[in-house]
């Protein structure tokens, strides 16, 4: 049974750093892309990045490019939000998830591209 459970959130100053993971279990994890989504109130779930199977490849929201960075331990099976200069705009849950298909190499822009989510873990930036 696949769990994702994320972890390192809470409240920050704008301007201010988080560090997100994401600990992922039951199944193999270095042959599935993952994802980082995040959802505003009374906003649909979005798109923040996403990284490779193997880590090699990223690809990140307009929004977010320059100020996050997604990465991943196989070994830990883990997958990191690094979040710098936050914004209040960035106040969401942020949710890892699995990508459904099974090879590692696409990273999918679309949440239903997605099998498997965590929980989802509250940020919220202060001004």
């Known amino acids: 049974q696949v769990h994702l459970v994320e972890s390192g959130g809470g409240l920050v100053e704008a301007g201010g750093s988080l560090r997100l993971a994401c600990a992922a279990s039951g199944f193999d994890f270095r042959r599935y892309s993952m994802g980082w989504f995040r959802q505003a109130p009374g906003n649909e779930r979005k798109f923040v990045a996403g990284i490779n199977g193997s880590g090699g490849g990223t690809h990140y929201a307009v929004s977010v490019k320059g100020r996050f960075t997604t990465s991943r331990d196989n070994a830990e099976n883990r997958t990191y939000l690094q979040m710098n200069y936050l914004k209040p705009e960035d106040t969401a849950v942020y949710y890892c998830?699995?990508?459904?298909?099974?090879?590692?190499?696409?990273?999918?822009?679309?949440?239903?591209?997605?099998?498997?989510w965590g929980q989802g873990i509250q940020v919220i930036v202060s001004n």
């Open positions: 998830a699995q990508d459904n298909e099974q090879g590692g190499q696409a990273i999918d822009l679309d949440e239903v591209d997605y099998s498997n």
